[in-house]
């Protein structure tokens, strides 16, 4: 694949819904990628009535307390769930974000995404670099959890 004309890799390298979230954020000044982010976390779904948050994987790089599922018995469709607590309007941006971004999409499609997209949100303006943290460690543990 070969770069585009302002150095970045072609769309294609994300899916489909992905793409389009960040084509949103890079459409907006910072202040209001931050509405966009809590937006997101008010967004995120409920966890289904069979899975309990004591069997989710916690990913402690998160500021915030966050769990996640990755659910890849049908690898062609691919099912995440997170949680993470009302008053952590960005950790739960994150998760959204991924969520709406990877959830039912196969595993080969969520492997091929590149760890960089995160940096296309733009959300290093008005996050913390550790919170920016959190959301990589999120893709990663979503990535080994299909490769192991």
Do not use: W
């Not at 150095?7 to 979230?21: K, S």
């Not at 967004?43 to 990913?59: H, N």
């Not at 469709?77 to 309007?89: D, G, I, M, N, T």
């Amino acid at each position: 694949m070969s770069d585009s004309a302002d150095g970045r890799p072609p769309e294609t390298a994300l899916p489909a819904a992905l793409a389009e979230i960040v084509d949103d954020f890079e459409a907006v000044g910072p202040r209001d990628r931050t509405t966009m982010l809590i937006e997101f976390g008010r967004e995120l779904a409920p966890l289904p009535a069979e899975l309990e948050q004591s069997a989710m994987e916690p990913v402690p790089e998160c500021q915030s307390p966050l769990f996640l599922s990755v659910d890849a018995a049908d690898p062609e469709h691919v099912r995440l769930h997170f949680s993470a607590p009302p008053e952590a309007p960005t950790t739960r941006g994150f998760a959204a974000i991924l969520q709406q971004g990877l959830d039912g999409i196969s595993r080969a499609e969520i492997l091929a995404v590149p760890d960089a997209f995160i940096d296309r949100l733009g959300l290093d303006e008005v996050v913390s670099p550790l919170r920016m943290r959190g959301m990589s460690a999120m893709l990663a543990r979503i990535k080994v959890r299909l490769t192991s």
